[in-house]
């Protein structure tokens, strides 16, 4: 299913525009630079994102539940994977595996001119279907599937952004990878850390990031 590419919309989210510029100098000062990213998450407003009884820390940096035992990442971390598959560079084609309730989606919209999105849990599909028909996103497809398996229909990619945790990169993922593509994926179980995977014409060049926390990677569809 096509959606799109988000435009403003009136009412939505001007009543937090004054908190989402607060998380935007949090977010600065946290270290994030490319001022691409920063107004995609400026323009995207996190608390329709969220149940309403969460919505009052939707700008807080934190990660929040959005059921089935999954997560809304923190401001930070979407910002930090955002920046660092951008590289200051235009992307044509990203796949995201692991859409949960759309946000890092929508920002993905944002920078990218085609955005193909995976979740497994059929219940997240339709809720990030509705959050970004309200953000009027066309440029975005998403589908219910297992998300380890990518996309190979599509690939190449010039970005592929995982989140969850895997225990290892999955070799379909490099697989889809366009040549100068980047990978940007948690890895670990107890311990995890997010990793930049660049793929070369002769190679795969592997960059350990930071810790993360994120929920597993979980192959099949529920």
């Known amino acids: 299913m096509v959606l799109g590419k988000p435009s403003t919309k009136s009412g939505i989210g001007m009543t937090s525009l004054r908190t989402r510029e607060r998380m935007l100098t949090r977010l600065r000062e946290q270290g994030i630079k490319d001022e691409v990213t920063l107004s995609a998450i400026g323009e995207i407003p996190r608390h329709i994102f969220v149940d309403e009884a969460l919505s009052i820390r939707a700008y807080e940096d934190v990660s929040?539940?959005?059921?089935?035992?999954?997560?809304?990442?923190?401001?930070?971390?979407?910002?930090?994977?955002?920046?660092?598959?951008?590289?200051?560079?235009?992307?044509?084609?990203?796949?995201?595996?692991?859409?949960g309730c759309g946000y890092q989606t929508a920002i993905l919209s944002r920078i990218a001119n085609e955005v193909l999105s995976l979740e497994r849990i059929r219940p997240l599909v339709m809720k990030a279907r509705s959050h970004l028909r309200t953000l009027k996103c066309t440029n975005v497809k998403l589908d219910h599937a297992d998300g380890s398996e990518g996309l190979a229909a599509y690939a190449p990619f010039d970005g592929i952004i995982v989140t969850a945790a895997a225990s290892h990169v999955p070799q379909e993922l490099l697989s889809q990878l366009a040549i100068g593509g980047r990978l940007v994926i948690p890895i670990g179980t107890s311990s995890q850390t997010l990793y930049l995977i660049e793929r070369t014409a002769n190679e795969f060049k592997q960059t350990k990031l930071e810790a993360v926390k994120f929920v597993p990677l979980l192959g099949g569809v529920s």
């Open 64 to 99: 929040l539940p959005i059921g089935f035992g999954q997560t809304i990442s923190q401001p930070y971390i979407v910002a930090r994977m955002t920046e660092i598959l951008r590289n200051g560079k235009d992307l044509n084609k990203v796949l995201e595996i692991g859409t």
